[in-house]
């Protein structure tokens, strides 16, 4: 009897999730037809308890609206949080080229002030992209003047095996 109960009450959050599916598909349907969708998220992606949602979304945009909001996400995957791996995701996510050519220029805004946390987090997306930008960015590191971004170097040259 008691078994009885508990399954029945299984399937009654079954149905009560299926439902609520059905509604936040609805409900970014009519989101994603919003004029002020890259404004919204924009803001989103600044609030920690809006963030993941956001980041879920931005995928649904234009390629053109995604890429207007790329610096918000360099900064993002700059730094350590709870959705960095949302974050990496969507940027890994662009078309290749197009991030190639434009993500040394955009982090480099991040880098100018950055500390050690920016370097590290960036080497660790970078690795994920490209060998080449992955080797600049350390030998960058290697060169800096604060000792703590060296030590990020370091680690990412011996992580890597180069010489």
Same mark, same amino acid.
């Given at each position: 009897m008691? +078994?009885?109960?508990?399954?029945q ?5 079954w149905?009560?999730?299926i439902?609520?599916e059905?509604?936040y598909?609805?409900? @970014?349907?009519?989101?994603l037809?919003s004029p002020?969708r ?6 989103a992606?600044q609030?920690?308890?809006e @963030? ?6 931005i995928?649904?945009?234009?390629e053109?609206?995604r890429?207007n ?9 700059s ?8 974050? @990496?995701n969507t ?13 040394e ?7 100018e002030?950055?500390?050690?946390? +920016?370097? @590290?987090r ?13 080797q600049?960015?350390i030998a960058?590191?290697?060169?800096h003047?604060?000792?703590d971004?060296q +030590?990020v170097? +370091? ?5 890597l095996?180069?010489s």
């Amino acid at each position: 009897m008691t +078994e009885t109960k508990y399954y029945q009450n299984d399937i009654d959050i079954w149905y009560q999730l299926i439902d609520q599916e059905k509604a936040y598909l609805e409900t @970014r349907k009519i989101f994603l037809n919003s004029p002020s969708r890259v404004e919204l998220i924009r803001k989103a992606l600044q609030n920690p308890s809006e @963030r993941a949602t956001a980041l879920k979304v931005i995928n649904y945009l234009t390629e053109e609206e995604r890429q207007n909001l790329f610096s918000e996400l360099i900064n993002l995957v700059s730094v350590g949080h709870s959705d960095i791996k949302l974050v @990496r995701n969507t940027i890994l996510s662009f078309d290749k080229k197009w991030l190639l050519d434009n993500i040394e220029t955009q982090a480099e805004s991040v880098l100018e002030n950055g500390t050690d946390e +920016e370097y @590290r987090r960036l080497l660790e997306l970078y690795i994920q992209l490209d060998d080449g930008l992955t080797q600049r960015l350390i030998a960058k590191a290697l060169q800096h003047s604060d000792i703590d971004i060296q +030590e990020v170097g +370091e680690d990412f040259k011996n992580y890597l095996k180069i010489s």
